[in-house]
């Protein structure tokens, strides 16, 4: 019996191991609930969780599909979404947007700080919006040296991709926080 | 937490009620299909349906219909998805902002699929004020809106205990100023009446002898008014100290686990070093030096009012200079400490990681490295430094040719006989006060705003709510029966780590704990430990909910031993009795022994007296345990907690402290969590965590028959 047993074992530090790259073929559909279904060799999957790897350097390659199901096993990776079809591109998109949100500011309108903490008035790819960092705790982290992630009271999650492309003003207003 | 919101007038005739309906949520839905950012959409459920509204268009979807519904963490957002059979719905989407709120939403629409029509109520706050929109520091009420911020109101709730003690500061203050703005004064007449006048040798001693005594007072009296501040400041700041702490213990551990640690650490020590700080150095001369400048100004202007007007056309020009460059030295000081603060976690990185550094031979990478932050802030340093030295000798600039105007346009009144030289003289002085005065007014705000928001800190956790007990709990006898009536809970409200736990525990039963990390094991014990609260349903002790149990007699029945062992700065006595501070040296004694500490304890050379903890005598790991176990038997609990009590220790300490917990363990209703099975050979039932619930849970033998997740984990450790 335990025999069995160890046989589980070694199959499933198997499956730890091993990478599966997913193939072009996959065919990945929008469900009518708005979700992203997968059918690969045979198998049918009603719902998969798509998972960035690289969120901020690469966020379009090596993306990890998973069971929605029990613990979330990968199913594979798709290492280049720009090389699927453009149908498959556009189902994981949506619904990448679906999971992650993280606004890239474009434009900074305003920052006042008031009391520990500071208020953006900033325009960013989803619209403009206004939000609060708490100046005591550690709320701009540096990814690089240009490059930013705000985190404000909310947890949502804010994105300078080039602190050098703002303006001589706005970059003078962020100064305090860099 | 606001889970009903007012929604728009136009939003709101949407949602259709029958008779009997009515709204129990609304929330806004902050992102659009598209993924934008939008505020026209909500999200509202009332008893029976749910409606998404999305500017004019509705969605209306029947609860009944529906079997469950989840409020899905995402990165930066979430979604809320519906089930329906096999099919999943996203229904909103919606930023961090309201992740909370739609976990209780969730929640609330999962009550009403059930058929019940219980309302959930969020006792989260809120972290922005709906009404300003300002941040709330997470106190239950916004500062702004209630009236509670502001400096002035601040002030004066810290100095409210310490009246006497800030007039008395006060009256020197007012004494330092009359006798600073005295001086030039009597200087005038040293000139007008004895040095250009025909003065007697005897009136220039006596004025001499005036001059003298104030310089003299003034520089006692300076003396004891920063005496006196600085004390008052150091007293203010061991009050806070105190009441902080005393906060702190009583405060839930949600609060503490809620803030980052230093966070914590920084308002006792760093806030309240500030407001004696602040005391010592700024308030001593807040008011000395207001009525100086009030009195000189009012001074110059009898003296002269023509001077007068001229001299304070440049006061606009040099405080706005100031403070111009007061905003760019801020700033790009600010930068220089950043990077300070770059090469200093550069080198502590290194540093520490010495060994890594040197295994891969990348010493000569990290030097690259470290050269370039260093270069950067070497250079940001010598700019700034030129930017300062030229900032001084701009304001000097400045001043000076104040002074010299005075000078010029002064003398010219002096030849014409509109002015005694004795008036020019003292015009002079007073100018130079004011000058001197403006720079430091010019750093008052700046300092008070830092004031401000110390105390902010500080009073925001002064201020913080502790859940009183109610009157009504009781000091109970613990036989020790256990009953979890579908317990749920999570750190975060969004995040549940355990649901819906069922189970009874008969006293004197001991249950093995087992499961992969990050299940809720130790949560569970936690809960069972009263650090946490249930969010939904109950435990019972003996029939009785926890919740109604006094803590005092709950605590006193309780023992616990934990992996890391915490040993007090003290002796090995104090740290025993540490749970039963009356307990008599005999008692300690049957426990040390009990707990197999007792020999190794002999062995000591100062025996119990040894003192252990952060600078004193070190233990191994496991005479640590074994005294952490004295420590917990000492009281004889009714209810014994064991999280991995023995996994850091060697095979044979732990064999001997195996033995030393079978003792124990008898007759006490015990929960021990541990990695290793064998060590709980002797458990009556397991418990097997996994997903958030209660997997499996028998004796040995049944959860082997039932050739679970139990039966994998023993078949492969008998294996190893």
Redesign the interface.
């Known amino acids: 019996?335990?025999d069995n047993?160890?046989n589980?074992?070694e199959q499933k530090a198997e499956e730890m191991t091993a990478t599966r790259i997913i193939p072009v073929s996959a065919v990945f559909t929008r469900?009518?609930?708005?979700?992203v279904s997968l059918d690969l060799d045979g198998k049918h999957y009603?719902?998969v969780r798509i998972i960035r790897l690289f969120?901020f350097s690469d966020a379009n390659r090596f993306l990890s599909v998973r069971e929605?199901e029990g613990d979330g096993k990968e199913i594979g990776i798709i290492e280049d979404l720009d090389a699927m079809s453009g149908e498959t591109k556009e189902v994981i998109s949506d619904q990448l947007?679906?999971?992650?949100?993280?606004?890239v500011i474009s434009r900074i309108y305003s920052i006042k700080d008031?009391?520990?903490?500071a208020?953006f008035h900033v325009m960013?790819d989803?619209?403009?919006?206004?939000f609060?960092i708490?100046m005591?705790?550690n709320a701009v982290s540096k990814l690089s040296d240009t490059r930013l992630v705000i985190v404000?009271?909310?947890?949502?999650?804010f994105e300078i991709r080039d602190v050098d492309a703002l303006s001589q003003k706005e970059k003078?207003m962020l100064?305090?926080f860099? | 937490m606001i889970l009903r919101y007012d929604i728009p007038h136009n939003a709101e005739s949407m949602v259709e009620l029958s008779e009997g309906e009515k709204i129990y949520y609304a929330v806004p839905i902050d992102i659009d299909e598209k993924g934008n950012w939008t505020d026209d959409s909500f999200f509202v459920v009332t008893t029976s349906k749910l409606f998404i509204i999305r500017g004019k268009k509705k969605t209306e979807i029947n609860i009944a219909d529906l079997d469950k519904a989840t409020a899905e963490p995402g990165i930066g957002g979430g979604i809320l998805t519906v089930r329906q059979g096999d099919s999943h719905k996203v229904l909103a989407h919606y930023s961090s902002r309201h992740l909370g709120r739609y976990a209780y939403v969730a929640r609330g629409i999962n009550i009403l699929i059930s058929g019940r029509f219980e309302e959930v109520i969020s006792n989260e706050y809120e972290k922005t004020c709906p009404i300003c929109g300002r941040a709330i520091p997470g106190t239950k009420r916004c500062p702004k809106c209630s009236g509670e911020g502001g400096f002035l109101s601040m002030f004066v709730k810290m100095a409210g205990p310490y009246k006497k003690d800030f007039l008395g500061v006060f009256l020197i203050m007012v004494l330092v100023a009359v006798t600073t703005l005295l001086n030039p004064e009597v200087q005038k007449h040293l000139i007008n009446d004895v040095l250009s006048g025909n003065g007697s040798l005897k009136t220039a001693y006596a004025l001499l002898a005036l001059m003298f005594t104030f310089s003299a007072s003034i520089v006692v009296l300076n003396i004891m008014k920063s005496n006196a501040s600085a004390r008052l400041g150091s007293k203010i700041a061991a009050d806070l100290r105190r009441q902080l702490f005393e906060k702190y213990q009583k405060l839930p551990l949600s609060f503490i686990g809620d803030r980052r640690p230093g966070e914590l650490l920084n308002r006792i020590t760093q806030d309240t070093r500030f407001i004696s700080d602040f005391m010592a150095d700024v308030f001593c001369n807040l008011f000395a030096i207001l009525f100086i400048f009030i009195w000189d100004i009012v001074f110059m202007m009898v003296l002269n009012i023509k001077l007068a007007l001229l001299t304070f056309i440049l006061v606009p020009f040099v405080s706005a200079l100031m403070i111009t460059f007061r905003k760019t030295i801020g700033r790009i000081f600010h930068l220089q400490y950043k990077k300070n603060d770059d090469v200093a976690s550069e080198l502590q990185d290194v540093i520490s990681g010495m060994r890594v550094v040197k295994t891969y031979g990348k010493e000569k990478d990290e030097s690259e490295r470290f050269k370039s932050v260093s270069g950067i802030f070497a250079d940001i340093q010598k700019k700034n430094e030129r930017f300062w030295a030229m900032f001084d000798f701009l304001v000097n600039v400045l001043m000076g040719m104040g002074l010299v105007i005075v000078v010029y346009f002064g003398g010219l009144d002096v030849f014409n006989y509109k002015m005694t030289p004795g008036e020019l003289y003292q015009f002079i002085a007073y100018t130079l006060l004011l000058f001197q005065y403006i720079g430091w007014l010019g750093r008052l705000p700046r300092e008070i705003s830092r004031l401000t928001s110390s105390l902010e800190r500080i009073y925001d956790v002064l201020a913080q709510d502790v859940p009183e007990e109610s009157d009504t709990v009781k000091d109970i006898d613990i036989k020790g029966e256990i009953t979890f009536d579908h317990a749920t809970f999570g750190y975060k409200s969004y995040r549940p780590v355990l649901e819906d736990i069922n189970a009874v525990v008969k006293p004197g039963e001991m249950i093995g704990i087992v499961g992969a990390s990050g299940t809720g094991k130790s949560t569970l014990i936690n809960l069972l430990m009263r650090l946490y609260e249930t969010d939904d349903g109950r435990i019972l002790v003996d029939g009785t909910d926890m919740k109604d149990i006094s803590r005092k007699s709950y605590h006193s029945q309780l023992g616990v031993v934990l992996q890391e062992t915490f040993l007090f700065s003290g002796t090995i006595i104090d740290n025993i009795r540490f749970s039963k501070p009356d307990a008599t040296t005999e008692e300690i004694i049957r426990a040390a022994k009990l707990a197999n500490a007792h020999d190794f304890i002999c062995a000591l050379p100062d025996g119990y007296n040894t003192y252990v903890g952060e600078k004193g005598y070190t233990l191994s790991g496991g005479e640590r345990q074994r005294i952490a176990i004295a420590r917990a038997i000492l009281p004889d609990p009714r209810i014994l907690i064991l999280d991995e009590a023995t996994a850091s220790l060697d095979t044979e300490s732990e064999f001997m402290i195996q033995k030393a917990l079978e003792r124990l363990t008898k007759g006490k209703t015990t929960f021990a969590i541990a990695h290793r099975l064998s060590t709980l050979k002797n458990a009556d039932r397991i418990m097997v965590i996994d997903g958030h619930h209660i997997a499996e849970i028998g004796t040995h033998s049944e959860l082997l028959d039932r050739k679970g997740i139990y039966y994998n984990l023993y078949t492969a450790q008998i294996q190893f």
């Open positions: 019996m335990s047993t160890l589980i074992f469900t009518d609930g708005g979700f009603d719902r969120p929605y947007t679906l999971c992650y949100f993280t606004p008031e009391y520990g903490y208020y960013t989803k619209g403009e919006c206004r609060a708490n005591g705790s404000d009271v909310d947890e949502n999650r003078r100064d305090l860099l």
